[in-house]
């Protein structure tokens, strides 16, 4: 099978992987898989917190790497590869964050906010733009609202200077179908490039993936051996088999992408993503992948079950960020449980 | 601002009067009000009054109305500063002070930045529709009027097909209720107004329909591809084109514009609809090399990737034929003259900044 389209490959597995260690990636770490991931011809290589740039704190979880060595050590050690960062408005400011980022040589900016919330990204798409920067806008929990709301978020990102949107599917809740249609409207309704990022709590991020790139999609995340929030995101080494087998061009070399999974399933990942019950039951509910761990803690802590917990933080619309939540829930669910058995 | 900036803008405008001020002899001691006049085309609409006045008598006295004459007195005081030009700050929708002995009225209140259009539609909806239901409501007090001009926006005439080499004034835009189309959405009504206004009230108001502009006062912050790559070239990065350089659109440098309206204005008849912009197209791509070659550091072109939509206009530029038969109008400043004086206005904006 022969495509002419190329799809670029973005590679989070240093920044979406750090919520599978709780944020504990080193220095060494980032800069092994830096030099691999470089090898490889990956296009862009995202470092950082798991929330992003800036986001390292009590409640969303402490980086062992403050940004500024992780980027430099990054820096450092691509070449070919462009330096990328996530960046969620309110995490991250212009001052304190972003200036110091590019500062260090930061190449690919996606700022990102909740898919309805395209508004708060203004001012940081601007400020990348006006440095020459490329800057992407990012629509997390895409699931949550329909194609066509998704086309008016993106739209606002196109308007404020975004050179594409990438609509990440934050809880593996999609199925290719959904992906299809929200990458055709995409397609059809923007003026700017269309990616994708998966999560793989149905076990189809692949799936999900490919049907992103035959619809239109230029862009695709994936991360090595899946390294990243709860299930985990699309394989990347995988990933790159798939679409040299269905004829697209990434642009990576597959050898050196498994040599750079290896190397990360070595050194960097104490526990390869799995798809667990919980995860299921999160994508099913359609709730941020990045809770599972957090979740699993806390519903042990209250003695309820944790796919309890996922459904009714779900019903409740929770996103990333909403932490605390976790805990009300629980607690709601445990006394509402001790009330039963009165 | 620096001396040779306002020589600069001084130079366009008598470069473009000369042999051409007589065209505009209906101005002279005459009262002129610009509603949200303090934008790119108020500022040299200024910039040509005070030319007209100081070069050729005419003796005009301009009011410009806006909620930003603040700003306009500190960016501009040799203009501000100047008795014949009298600043009014008024919200268009709120027009409480408005002079009136005006014989003539450029309406042009409205922002054209997309960003606003996409944060904040129902106040772009809001500024456009209430703002000129407010100036036609104004207009039918004005005991000397001779002629309103509206400030449309080449975005009402929809998609350019691809057999046509411009977009003509009768062409129509499709109906399209998403809130990103909030813009020629609301200029399209405003238009409509404009119509009532003169059926019911008998107001002499007729519409220009503005397409894309360039030149020294417009905003390099602002994400227009000219600007954009203005902006990426002075500040020494990439010149970063988004989509496939194909795209294909038109500019009419700022000096040519303000005089265009300003002979729409005054030799228009009521009820005329005038496309003002250049229909000499370029491609995205070739803008950026023309304005690449006015820099020693040859900024690098990129790409990007994203395929073209299929329902996206690969061009948007006027038809401006009835400008030209009926009014005598035509692309004064060339576009390769019309970017190298904006590069070399903006040149000199940052050596005095980096003086101050």
């Known amino acids: ?342 | 601002m620096k001396l040779e900036c306002q020589e600069r803008t001084r130079h366009d405008c008598l470069r473009i009067l000369d042999g051409r001020d007589t065209a505009l002899e209906p101005l002279r001691q005459s009262e002129l009000v610009v509603v949200g006049g303090t934008g790119f085309v108020g500022t040299w609409i200024a910039e040509m009054v005070a030319a007209l006045n100081d070069g050729y008598q005419f003796g005009i006295r301009l009011s410009l109305l806006s909620r930003s004459t603040d700003q306009f007195s500190n960016r501009l005081p040799h203009l501000a500063n100047r008795a014949d030009i009298n600043l009014i700050k008024a919200d268009v929708r709120q027009l409480g002070q408005f002079p009136m002995n005006a014989d003539w009225v450029i309406h042009a209140a409205a922002n054209p930045d997309v960003r606003t259009h996409a944060s904040n539609p129902l106040d772009t909806a809001s500024v456009i529709v209430e703002g000129t239901m407010s100036v036609m409501r104004t207009a039918e007090r004005l005991g000397r009027l001779k002629k309103l001009l509206y400030l449309s926006s080449g975005l009402v005439c929809g998609v350019q097909p691809a057999s046509e080499k411009g977009l003509a004034e009768n062409a129509q835009g499709a109906h399209a209720p998403d809130a990103s189309f909030i813009y020629p959405n609301a200029k399209r009504f405003a238009e409509t107004i404009c119509s009532a206004a003169r059926a019911q009230s008998r107001i002499p108001v007729l519409v220009a329909r503005p397409f894309s502009f360039i030149g020294p006062y417009q905003s390099l912050d602002t994400p227009w591809a000219q600007t954009t790559f203005l902006s990426d070239a002075l500040r020494g990065h990439q010149i970063r084109v988004l989509g496939d350089g194909q795209v294909v659109r038109s500019y009419l440098y700022g000096s040519d514009a303000a005089y265009w309206f300003l002979r729409i204005l005054t030799a228009g008849p009521s009820g005329d609809v005038v496309n003002v912009g250049s229909p000499v197209g370029i491609t995205l791509q070739d803008l950026a090399k023309e304005v690449a070659i006015n820099f020693e550091s040859s900024p690098e072109i990129m790409f990007n990737t994203a395929p073209r939509s299929a329902g996206r206009s690969a061009q948007l530029l006027p038809d401006t034929t009835h400008a030209e038969n009926e009014y005598g109008l035509s692309v004064f400043t060339p576009l390769e003259e019309a970017i190298k004086l904006t590069v070399q206005w903006h040149r000199m904006m940052q050596s005095n900044q980096a003086r101050i």
């Open chain 1, 1 to 342: 099978m022969e495509h002419s389209q190329i799809i670029r490959i973005s590679d989070p597995t240093l920044r979406d992987g750090n919520h599978a260690v709780g944020h504990q990636l080193s220095a060494e770490h980032i800069a092994a898989y830096c030099k691999a991931a470089d090898a490889a011809g990956v296009s862009i290589v995202e470092v950082g917190h798991g929330n992003g740039l800036g986001a390292s704190s009590l409640q969303l979880g402490e980086s062992k790497t403050p940004d500024h060595i992780a980027l430099a050590t990054a820096r450092e050690n691509l070449g070919k590869s462009k330096l990328g960062i996530h960046v969620i408005p309110g995490f991250a400011t212009i001052e304190r964050d972003l200036k110091p980022a590019l500062a260090l040589g930061v190449d690919v900016v996606r700022v990102a906010s909740h898919c309805s919330e395209a508004d708060i990204c203004e001012r940081h798409i601007d400020f990348s733009r006006s440095q020459g920067i490329e800057v992407w806008g990012c629509l997390m929990m895409s699931h949550m609202i329909s194609p066509t709301l998704l086309l008016e978020q993106a739209r606002k990102m196109e308007s404020y200077g975004a050179e594409g949107v990438v609509f990440m599917d934050s809880s593996g809740h999609f199925i290719p179908e959904d992906v299809r249609l929200r990458v055709e409207t995409l397609v059809n309704g923007l003026g700017i490039a269309v990616g994708f990022h998966a999560h793989n709590n149905l076990g189809l991020a692949i799936a999900n993936s490919i049907a992103a790139a035959a619809a239109g999609a230029t862009l695709l995340d994936g991360c090595a051996r899946g390294f990243g929030a709860g299930a985990g995101n699309a394989q990347l080494e995988v990933l790159v088999a798939v679409l040299e087998r269905l004829g697209y061009s990434s642009g990576v070399n597959l050898y050196k992408m498994l040599d750079a999974a290896d190397l990360a399933a070595k050194n960097l990942i104490k526990e390869i993503p799995s798809i667990t019950s919980v995860s299921v039951v999160s994508g099913m509910a359609g709730v941020f992948s990045g809770f599972i761990k957090p979740v699993a803690r806390i519903a042990k802590e209250f003695n309820v079950d944790p796919r309890d917990v996922f459904f009714e933080l779900g019903r409740r619309k929770i996103v990333a960020g909403q932490e605390d939540i976790i805990l009300e829930v629980a607690k709601e669910l445990a006394e509402r449980a001790t009330k039963g058995n009165l």
